[in-house]
Nanobody, 121 residues
Framework: QVQLVESGGGLVQTGGSLRLSCKPPGRTFSTYAWFRRAPGKGREFVAAISWPYGTSYYGDSVKSRCIISGGNARNTVYLQMNNLQREDTAVYYC????????????????WGQGTQVTVSS
């Protein structure tokens, strides 16, 4: 079973930034995404990127504050998060798929273990 490896989570103050990384395990996928699960809530779509054109798509709650990049040619996938708020506190999951760009977790077959992001005031 292919498992993605996330890193970069941690504790940050309100207004701060973090960059999450996701390393594909030696194979290429056409689409990568980040989802998150806040305490007591379901998994929420954050961002996705699809190749060969590098098309990206963002969830409404992070649209102006996040940038997804990387993922082509087996490169690491990044999620740059800026101006973090307390409501961004969650476990962030990287996912991969051979399907086209999607914001539905059902379309992603490969997942990482998650990395915790905690935003404090």
């Amino acid at each position: 079973q292919v498992q993605l490896v996330e890193s970069g989570g941690g504790l940050v103050q309100t207004g701060g930034s973090l960059r999450l990384s996701c390393k594909p395990p030696g194979r290429t996928f056409s689409t990568y995404a980040w989802f998150r699960r806040a305490p007591g809530k379901g998994r929420e779509f954050v961002a996705a990127i699809s190749w060969p054109y590098g098309t990206s798509y963002y969830g409404d709650s992070v649209k102006s504050r996040c940038i997804i990049s990387g993922g082509n040619a087996r490169n690491t996938v990044y999620l740059q998060m800026n101006n973090l708020q307390r409501e961004d506190t969650a476990v962030y999951y990287c996912a991969a798929s051979t399907r086209p760009l999607s914001n539905s977790e059902a379309d992603y077959d490969y997942w990482g273990q998650g990395t915790q992001v905690t935003v404090s005031s």
